[in-house]
């Protein structure tokens, strides 16, 4: 397969990417929602039907063939109460017939509140009138001649053809009850129908339902959940790696939008893939360029710590034989200018130890061990026990911390600061220089401070630059070379030092390392807090020379 025919959707693709997912979920919850009114409506209409049957029969037809027999039975007192009071004449024998005249109007009268056409009202209808007859033709003249001429005078004939009569309202009352039996078999006959139809519409509404649920998954399935699903996997391939498969899933509008998105992103990331390969080769030719580069400059340290002292030595040697032999032939600028040579010399080779120094900070190191600078801060003092005696100075430590680098460095460090606190003193005072720390926002503040000259603040840039001096080689000896060297170590262990220009009675340095112990014990000389203010070193030349340090000579 091309990549034409891969990049070009199928037609059932084509077809679903004309619509959003959402719109397909509009569409299948509207026609759910016209499904579920069609759905209630034919339930409601099944269930309202076989409640009129039941009702009809429960209200009406059954009701009105119990007032049907009552009808009846009403009728036949009167005519029991007729022929008793004929036969005796008492009027308590025609009490019956009384009470079954106002019986028989309630009973019609409810069976027509129930009934309001059908077969059992015309029966109804002809049981009225054959009642009437009866009543007019021979109830009530029998009953009027008892009372007036007596019991005997009513005829046998007359008693006979009033019961004939009574015989034909007998057969319609049956006819009606028949037409009453007709009608509740029919209603039964209805109601069974009725709850057949139901039980029918509410099996095929949830057959239908059913139906609905399975084609709407089926077709969320087609239409959304396996474009999803495809474009999961292709995610996944291109997250594990396989930056070279093609995302197309197809699908909805906003499902391929989606998509079109992530082949983006992968194109994108394929082309950064191969920039970063590209930058890693230059990396690497870097990286070889570099190694040469280094080693060329060991080389050249090697050179400069070994083979230019030598010549140096040599200068410096037979300058002083050359002084000694000829001491009596020179004059006194002779003298001077041989001293001038020596001392060129010497500072040479001075110059040349501190240059190798400067290189090897963060190149030649150790493994990081965790050690108390109150360690690191005896050893310089060790080696600076001349400068110590000679200065008549004093040495207080505060309550310093554990630090974790490399030892052999700090004690260079505090050698540096130590010693220019030390020569860099004031003429009227002995030197006092105190050391302490504290901890301010994961970090050690450590104080130096002294009582010598001071700094002016102007110069907290330049006296961290490599051979930057504030005075001239007469006043002090040095180099210019201490404090670029202590800049180098403190920001090689990740930490900064700076000059704290508010402070006047001396020099203070302030260094900030990262704090990785617990809280400071007490020194040697007692604890005590540090006076020193933290403040933000003034940006020199680059941001490495943020901090300013005191100038070493």
């Not at 989606?258 to 390969?277: N, Q």
């Not at 070193?537 to 000579?553: F, I, L």
């Amino acid at each position: 397969m091309t990549a034409e025919e891969k990049a070009a959707p199928s037609p059932a693709r084509a077809r679903a990417g004309r619509w959003s997912a959402q719109g397909w979920v509009n569409v299948v919850l509207l026609a759910m929602a016209f499904l579920l009114a069609g759905s209630a409506v034919t339930g409601a209409t099944a269930l309202r039907n076989t409640a009129q049957v039941s009702n009809r029969l429960v209200d009406q037809i059954s009701p009105a063939r119990v007032e049907s027999e009552r009808l009846k039975t009403a009728l036949l007192n009167q005519e029991t109460g007729v022929r008793g009071f004929v036969l005796t004449g008492r009027e308590e024998f025609l009490e019956p017939y009384t009470a079954g005249l106002e019986a028989e109007r309630e009973s019609v009268g409810e069976i027509r509140r129930l009934i309001r056409q059908g077969r059992p009202l015309r029966e109804l209808d002809e049981v009225e009138r054959l009642i009437g007859l009866w009543r007019t033709r021979h109830a009530e003249p029998m009953i009027e001649r008892t009372r007036d001429e007596g019991a005997e005078k009513v005829s046998t004939a007359q008693v006979e053809a009033s019961r004939q009569s009574f015989e034909t309202v007998r057969a319609a009352l049956d006819a009606q009850n028949a037409a009453w039996t007709r009608s509740r078999d029919d209603a039964r006959a209805n109601l069974g129908d009725a709850r057949l139809l139901r039980d029918a519409a509410f099996l095929g509404i949830l057959t239908v339902l059913l139906f609905a649920i399975i084609a709407v998954a089926v077709l969320l399935r087609v239409v959304v959940f396996r474009p999803l699903d495809r474009l999961s996997a292709a995610s996944r391939r291109v997250t594990g790696g396989d930056f070279e498969h093609h995302v197309d899933t197809g699908g909805p509008a906003d499902i391929a939008a989606l998509s079109r998105d992530m082949e983006a992103m992968r194109e994108r990331i394929v082309a950064e893939l191969e920039e970063s390969r590209r930058a890693r080769g230059l990396l690497e030719e870097q990286t070889t360029e570099l190694r040469r580069s280094n080693a060329e400059l060991e080389q050249f340290a090697y050179v400069a710590s070994h083979d230019l002292q030598e010549p140096l030595r040599k200068v410096a040697s037979f300058t002083q034989m050359l002084e000694q032999r000829y001491a009596e032939q020179l004059d006194d600028r002779a003298r001077q200018y041989i001293a001038f040579a020596v001392d060129g010399a010497k500072r040479m080779q001075v110059l040349i130890n501190e240059l190798l120094t400067f290189s090897r900070v963060g190149r030649i190191t150790r493994e990081p061990v965790t050690f108390a600078l109150e360690e690191t801060i005896a050893s310089a003092l060790r080696n600076l026990t001349a400068a110590v005696e000679e200065s008549g100075g004093e040495i207080e430590l505060g309550p310093l911390p554990e630090v974790t680098g490399d030892r052999s460095q700090f004690v260079m460090l505090w050698q540096n600061l130590l010693g220019n606190a030390l020569k860099f003193r004031h003429p009227d005072r002995a030197p006092v220089v105190r050391v302490e720390a504290r901890r301010e926002d994961g970090e050690w503040l450590i104080t130096v401070t002294d009582n010598g000259i001071g700094i002016d603040a102007r110069f907290a840039d330049k006296i961290f630059i490599i051979f930057q001096r504030l005075h001239n080689r007469d006043a002090y000896e040095g180099t210019g070379i201490g404090l670029a060297i202590c800049r180098k170590i403190v920001e090689y262990h990740r930490g900064r030092i700076w000059l704290d220009t508010g402070y006047t009675g001396g020099t203070r340095f302030v260094i900030a390392l990262p704090a990785t112990g617990g809280e400071p014990d007490p020194g040697p000389s007692g604890s005590g807090e540090a006076s020193a203010e933290r403040q933000d070193p003034p940006v020199a030349e680059t941001a490495g020379d943020r901090a300013a340090a005191r100038a070493d000579s």
